[in-house]
């Protein structure tokens, strides 16, 4: 089942270097200049559902693929209101901000590449 997609519309210079860094924020479309600069962009293509992915749903970041570990709390609801939310490729099983998600290592500069206009972002059970 997709709980969620979107295609990226823009990656900022500073995205990049916090994807490297293993933090990915995402923004919808429409974002403060300010966030804006320090996120990845995009355009939803598939809502959020009601139901909140479960610890192991599937992450699908251009071609890049990990796993769930931990959501936050406010994390759904906010990517529904706003399209945002904090990834943290960390492997923690906790989130430390209740607006975040956690999930598996990834090869980090291998994402940062892939991220690109027009690739696709996908939340799976």
């Known amino acids: ?3 969620f997609s979107a295609v990226v519309t823009q990656v900022s210079p500073e995205a990049r270097e916090l ?3 293993g933090v990915l924020i995402l923004f919808a479309e429409g974002a403060p200049p300010e966030l804006a600069e320090v996120s990845v962009l995009h355009h939803v293509t598939t809502a959020p559902t009601a139901e909140v992915p ?6 699908n970041l251009a071609g890049v693929t990990t796993r769930i570990t931990a959501i936050g709390g406010y994390a759904w609801k906010k990517i529904g209101d706003i399209g945002h939310v904090v990834i943290n490729f960390n492997d923690a099983t906790a989130t430390p901000r ?8 990834v090869d980090l500069a291998a994402l940062a590449t ?6 696709e972002i996908s939340i799976e059970a």
């Open 114 to 119: 892939a991220l690109t206009p027009g690739a």
């Open 54 to 59: 479960a610890v192991g749903s599937r992450l």
């Open 98 to 105: 209740p607006g975040e998600i956690c999930v598996g290592a």
């Open 19 to 21: 994807i490297e860094g």
């Open 1 to 3: 089942m997709k709980h």
